[in-house]
């Protein structure tokens, strides 16, 4: 499988890079009570940080807003995935464990300040592209609505568009059948090449220490704009 960062979107962020981890021979089920218990603890330990700051003080929160304006997308409309997750804690509308595959995913996201996306790779119909969608592009996402996804950055296949740091589909969404996956990290565009680099590899670390498999780490940017998974 190719996985390829399109130059639409280097064209108007030159630094704009995204992680992947991608996981093999994984078991996902049931979360374990300590990945429960720390995002738990995680949720309230934020919220009373968002008791004495905006939601819009958070680096990671700010960033993504701005990459959202760049290419002409309201940040307000369509708040990223970290915003929104952020947002639901500022109510103490706390996530409920779902499964291993996406609380973690949750949990590295709130603690990254980034927009995560995991993905079935066996629901993925051939290459994957990040592009730029249009006003054709719309999905049924696991919020329960058709999301359109226009000027918004999104992953897509043969089928068509499956992911974003807004919402993700339905379509390719891990389960406690999964045993391949796609780990999507939307990295803030101010980070450094040597710190995505450690952030995936601490990741992909902590993730097969409770779904088991192997882990291997890519980073997508301006001189790899592209990397083929087995």
């Given amino acids: 499988m190719k996985v390829s960062l399109d130059q639409d979107i280097l064209n108007v962020m030159p630094a704009f890079k995204i992680g992947l981890n991608h996981y093999t021979k994984i078991t996902v089920s049931e979360s374990p009570?300590?990945?429960?218990?720390?995002?738990?603890?995680?949720?309230?330990?934020?919220?009373?940080?968002?008791?004495?700051?905006?939601?819009?003080d958070f680096p990671g929160v700010e960033e993504w807003r701005d990459i959202w304006k760049a290419f002409g997308a309201s940040p307000s409309r369509h708040r990223p995935s970290i915003e929104a997750l952020l947002r639901r804690i500022k109510k103490q509308n706390y996530l409920s464990p779902f499964n291993?595959?996406?609380?973690?995913n949750n949990f590295f996201s709130l603690q990254y300040e980034i927009p995560m996306g995991i993905y079935d790779t066996?629901?993925?119909?051939?290459?994957?592209?990040?592009?730029?969608?249009t006003t054709e592009t719309t999905y049924e996402g696991l919020n329960g609505r058709l999301n359109h996804l226009s000027n918004l950055i999104v992953s897509a296949d043969n089928h068509g568009a499956f992911g974003s740091p807004y919402v993700d589909s339905k379509r390719t969404a891990v389960t406690e059948n999964?045993?391949?996956?796609?780990?999507?990290?939307?990295?803030?565009p101010s980070m450094q090449t040597q710190e995505a680099t450690e952030l995936l590899k601490a990741a992909g670390k902590m993730f097969t220490t409770i779904h088991g498999g192997n882990s291997t780490s890519n980073l997508l940017h301006a001189h790899q704009n592209f990397v083929m998974l087995d």
């Fill in 33 to 56: 009570q300590m990945l429960k218990g720390r995002l738990q603890l995680f949720q309230e330990q934020l919220f009373f940080e968002l008791d004495e700051k905006n939601i819009t």
């Fill in 100 to 104: 291993s595959a996406v609380d973690i």
């Fill in 122 to 133: 066996k629901l993925i119909d051939g290459d994957v592209t990040f592009n730029v969608g």
């Fill in 178 to 188: 999964t045993t391949s996956a796609i780990q999507v990290f939307f990295l803030r």
